[in-house]
């Protein structure tokens, strides 16, 4: 069965202090990749979309790297602001959104 | 550009009511998909709608239904509400061959 794992549950980091989180699947024949941001109820905010292993995209204190087995979020010198919760989600073969697997998400607080 | 609206913003409903969300979405977007996201669990894919046909629908009752207009505008209702309806329902909007999907803040619904 296809999955989506997110981890840590919950990160907490002080102001400057980087961080990976990671989202890691178990889909075959990935046909993208997505990572949201979701602040407390909002709806989740896009921020990326990956491909292929190797990828690579950047948002200010963000950058997204992807793998053939997991996807991670890189965050550089987060402020407070950067709390949220973040969501990745994938889709499977063959490629439709109503069939996104949603991770569980990884829930950030940045303290001053 | 305006992102994806959805009104209203709550929703406080007895058990047995009929509920009815609205969703606009993202200007030039034509799909519209409509997500579940109750306490402590993940997005859940409720239906979508392209051109103005259901294309899909998840794993929830008939009870749950919707439309989408001509302007691509679309309405989630759900009829003889339940307790564990109550959640924050979020609509999203993609291009047919979009990047990735845009949510609205969603609409919370209290059933009581």
């Known amino acids: 069965e296809d999955q989506v794992t997110q981890s840590p549950e919950a990160l907490r980091l002080q102001e400057g202090e980087s961080s990976s989180l990671n989202c890691s699947y178990t889909?075959?024949?990935?046909?993208?990749l997505f990572w949201y941001r979701q602040d407390p109820g909002k709806g989740p905010e896009f921020l990326f979309t990956l491909y292929s292993a190797g990828e690579e995209k950047e948002k200010e204190r963000l950058k997204a790297t992807l793998t053939k087995k997991e996807s991670f979020l890189h965050i550089t010198a987060p402020k407070p602001e950067d709390s949220a919760t973040y969501l990745c989600?994938?889709?499977?073969?063959?490629?439709?959104?109503?069939?996104?697997?949603f991770g569980a998400g990884t829930r950030l607080a940045v303290h001053p | 550009e305006a992102g994806v609206t959805q009104s209203p913003t709550h929703l406080i409903k007895t058990r047995g009511q009929q509920a009815t969300l609205r969703c606009s979405p993202i200007?030039?977007?034509?799909?519209v998909y409509w997500y579940q996201q109750a306490l402590g669990l993940g997005l859940q894919f409720l239906l979508w709608?392209?051109?103005?046909?259901?294309?899909n629908r998840g794993n929830f009752p008939p009870r749950f239904s919707g439309r989408q207009f001509p302007n691509y505008s679309s309405e989630l209702n759900v009829n003889a509400l339940e307790l564990e309806d109550s959640a924050l329902y979020l609509c999203?909007?993609?291009?047919?061959?979009?990047?990735?999907?845009?949510f609205g803040n969603g609409t919370r619904l209290t059933v009581t």
């Open positions: 709608y392209d051109e103005g046909e259901e294309r």
């Open positions: 989600a994938v889709k499977p073969p063959p490629g439709g959104y109503n069939k996104l697997i």
């Open positions: 200007s030039g977007h034509t799909s």
């Open positions: 889909v075959s024949g990935l046909r993208g």
């Open positions: 999203a909007s993609t291009l047919s061959s979009g990047d990735g999907l845009h």
